[in-house]
């Protein structure tokens, strides 16, 4: 079945720190993929999204590209802020079939003062 | 932007016991989804729902847990007998397709 991979945690970084979180995925199909992240006590919210290869999600300062040649989508941010400290989950699904998440383990970030 | 709404936000509950946990999906979405998510570990599928009734299901979604739409606007995951096992967050979602909409959680302890 489909699966998620993403590096495990904790991560800790200072501030202003670059940030990579490596993410690959096994699909049978073509899914969209997502990060989505978790802040301390609260629900996930999806923090960005592509649906077809190349494509280049982002949203607060944090990238992601689709690269289906290498079956990856790493998320990116070039300058980190303690506001950053959460957790980070990669997901596929393939949504216009109506189909489930698949989510990766989930990487939790802290970023230091 | 449209938030898909669960209550409550935090539930107690005895083993053994029965617990309805509610969502009110975004209108206009087609597909239903919860997920769980055990303190400190990855968020899993449990099941999926359409055109009311299940479309998929995970083998963590065994006879002990139910899901219905009573109403055309709530959509609840029922789990009989608790275990403390299940004690996690539950997420619901919903999705018209395309993107999937997550409410807060509800955080289930069994004691």
């Known amino acids: 079945g489909d699966s998620v991979t993403q590096m495990e945690g904790p991560v800790t970084l200072s501030e202003e720190a670059c940030l990579t979180i490596n993410c690959t995925y096994t699909a049978t199909g073509y899914p969209s993929l997502f990060w989505y992240v978790q802040y301390p006590g609260e629900g996930l919210q999806l923090l960005l999204k592509a649906t077809k290869a190349d494509d280049k999600g982002s949203n607060k300062g944090f990238e992601a590209t689709y690269r289906k040649e290498t079956t990856s989508f790493h998320l990116e941010k070039g300058s980190v802020q303690v506001s950053d400290s959460a957790v980070y989950f990669c997901?596929?699904?393939?949504?216009?079939?109506?189909?489930?998440?698949?989510f990766g383990p989930g990487t939790r970030l802290s970023v230091l003062p | 932007e449209p938030e898909v709404t669960q209550t409550p936000s935090h539930q107690v509950t005895q083993m053994g016991q029965e617990v309805i946990l509610r969502c009110v999906p975004i209108s206009n979405h087609l597909y239903f989804y919860w997920y769980r998510q055990i303190l400190g570990q990855k968020v899993e599928f449990l099941v999926s729902?359409?055109?009311?009734?299940?479309?998929?299901k995970s083998e963590i979604f065994d006879d002990q847990f139910s899901v219905e739409r009573p109403d055309g606007s709530n959509f609840t995951l029922k789990i009989r007998s608790t275990k403390l096992e299940d004690s996690a967050m539950y997420f619901c979602?919903?999705?018209?397709?395309?993107?999937?909409?997550f409410g807060q959680g509800t955080r289930l302890t069994v004691v």
């Open positions: 729902f359409y055109n009311n009734e299940i479309s998929e």
């Open positions: 997901a596929l699904s393939d949504l216009d079939y109506g189909q489930n998440f698949v």
């Open positions: 979602a919903s999705s018209p397709l395309g993107r999937a909409f």
